[in-house]
């Protein structure tokens, strides 16, 4: 069969010729470039990164020492002992106060007590503002409290003797009168030959034994030979040395002289 000839009317091909996509123009806009920034490292996670050191690092150059400034005169406290007094150090027993000195100590000065321990023969020196380390005499009430204390019985305890010497030492340390009592009570063995005492059982008791000893002198006002006499009755030491012996008159002496043959 022969193809029939289809008519297309101009105006149909002027519609299919709009009907084509349009062309759109776009125009090109220009971008500011960016400032370029300092890179910041990234942080790991396993890293640790310490911001306060690193907010407070100055640099080398720009380090400023702290100013130190020197303190000239110690500060001021009122002296509480004149010279001549009797005052009880406790790491050294009785001691007399014969001076006030100041002493420059690291650009400071110092005022400062100087002691003398007659027995020690050494002489000391403490600060004034440390002067609450130190302790005036006993008064005769207090020597008698400790007479009642060494007449009392020893309290010892059961403890391994390396124990109690540390107590015994830091109450002879202490510079209490009471504890220097307790301890040479504690360690009296009166005229007990029998009783055996080891060298540093001996040595704490004849340290405690002479601090007491000075103490009751100086408070008593009498010399060394009484207060021991007082401080041994107490303890019951030297009972033999104490009470005189009854003279016993021999025969020849009751005989007068013109009885002898010449």
Not at 9 to 16: A, G, N, R, V
Not at 115 to 120: A, S
Request: charged residues 40%; aromatic residues 6%; glycine residues 4%.
């Amino acid at each position: 069969m022969p193809k029939k000839k289809v008519k297309i009317s101009k105006t149909l091909l002027k519609k299919k010729k709009t009907n084509k996509v349009k062309k759109i123009k776009v125009k090109k806009i220009k971008v500011k470039k960016k400032s370029k920034k300092p890179l910041v490292k990234k942080i790991q996670k396993n890293e640790k990164v310490d911001l306060k050191n690193d907010t407070l690092r100055i640099p080398k150059s720009n380090e400023q020492k702290p100013e130190i400034k020197k303190v000239k005169k110690q500060e001021t406290e009122k002296k509480q002992y004149k010279i001549k007094d009797y005052v009880v150090y406790p790491k050294h027993g009785v001691g007399q106060i014969t001076e006030f000195k100041k002493i420059n100590i690291g650009g400071i000065d110092v005022e400062t007590y100087i002691l003398k321990f007659e027995k020690d023969k050494a002489n000391g020196m403490v600060p004034v503002n440390k002067q609450s380390h130190l302790r005036p005499l006993s008064t005769i009430n207090q020597i008698n409290k400790c007479v009642s204390l060494l007449k009392g019985k020893p309290k010892i305890k059961r403890s391994m003797w390396s124990r109690r010497a540390q107590e015994y030492e830091a109450k002879i340390s202490s510079g209490k009168i009471y504890d220097l009592a307790e301890v040479v009570r504690d360690l009296n063995k009166g005229d007990d030959l029998m009783i055996d005492q080891s060298y540093s059982e001996r040595q704490l008791f004849e340290k405690a034994y002479d601090r007491l000893l000075t103490e009751f002198q100086i408070v008593m006002n009498t010399n060394l030979e009484d207060a021991q006499k007082k401080l041994d009755k107490a303890l019951k030491r030297n009972l033999e040395k104490q009470t005189p012996k009854p003279e016993i008159k021999t025969e020849a002496e009751n005989v007068p002289e013109e009885g002898f043959a010449k």
